[in-house]
């Protein structure tokens, strides 16, 4: 099994890729290098990407998903390891992204990893208002 970080990932934390037949099965994990800035982010990744690569490497099931296999192996960890926090299917915590921006109208947020998002061609989804990129300090 191999992990690597990849810096292309900008809305999910990690991936599992399932290689190999089930006579030689064998994963690749990738990380997010912009996702998971922090060693709590890390480890709730890498351990929740370990269990989706353990049905497939383990058990041969390369299509367990979240279900109850992908689930046992959860427990397996959590019983193991009692001080990690809850294994959940999705991550939960903000990205956190260099730029943001704003609609002047409704003030819903969305964020960017490049100031690439024209505010003079571009308006809000939601009402339509102008949109202008916040101070990043």
């Known amino acids: 099994m191999e992990v690597r970080w990849n810096k292309r990932m900008t809305s999910t934390a990690g991936v599992t890729r399932l290689l190999g037949d089930s006579g030689d099965p064998c994963a690749i994990i990738e990380i997010s290098e912009k996702i998971c800035d922090s060693a709590a982010r890390l480890r ?3 351990i929740h990407e370990m ?13 367990a998903g979240h279900g109850w296999r992908w689930l046992f192996f ?7 390891h009692p001080d990690l926090p809850p294994i959940s299917r999705y991550h939960d915590y903000e990205i956190h992204y260099p730029f943001m921006y704003e609609c002047t109208g409704c003030q819903s947020r969305v964020g960017r ?6 505010t003079q061609r571009f308006v ?5 208002g102008d949109i202008i990129l916040l101070d990043s300090t």
Do not use: E, P, Y
């Not at 990893?113 to 024209?118: G, I, R, Y």
């Not at 809000?124 to 339509?128: A, E, I, L, V």
């Open 51 to 63: 269990c989706h690569a353990a049905c497939w490497v383990i058990d041969g099931d390369g299509n």
């Open 124 to 128: 809000c989804s939601r009402c339509k």
């Open 44 to 46: 709730d990744t890498l």
């Open 113 to 118: 990893w490049k100031a690439s998002l024209d």
């Open 74 to 80: 959860c427990q397996t960890a959590a019983q193991a």
